[in-house]
């Protein structure tokens, strides 16, 4: 099993940045689909951004321009760098391996954009 542990939140004001991290316990070399996703209070988890091992990405459109995914399978990690933070952006962001036989997520970390 492929434990996921998300880091890089916080508490940033509106047009701000904040890069989020994700570092897996295994190689994500072979995992098909890697995740971001978010669930702000009262609401549903959403797809922010995904990136497939052929490095393809798909953003939702609610971020695009603003969001940036990439993943370094030599580290085992995927990085999302948020620009142009905004206060809806204000959520938990999860990690997310999906694949084969799997769907992993990690336990979130806590972004926070003040207006």
């Known amino acids: 099993q492929v434990q996921l542990v998300e880091s890089g939140g916080g508490l940033v004001q509106a047009g701000g940045s904040l890069g989020l991290s994700c570092a897996a316990s295994e190689t994500i070399f072979s995992i098909n689909i890697m995740g971001w996703y978010r669930q702000a209070p009262g609401k549903q988890r959403e797809s922010v951004a995904i990136i497939t091992r052929g490095g393809y990405t798909n953003y939702a459109d609610s971020v695009k321009g603003r969001f940036t995914i990439s993943r370094d399978n030599a580290k085992n990690t995927v990085h999302l760098q948020m620009n142009s933070l905004k206060p809806e952006d204000t959520a938990v962001y999860y990690c997310?391996?999906?694949?084969?036989?799997?769907?992993?997520w990690g336990k979130g970390t806590l972004v926070t954009v003040s207006s």
């Open positions: 997310n391996a999906y694949g084969a036989g799997m769907n992993y």
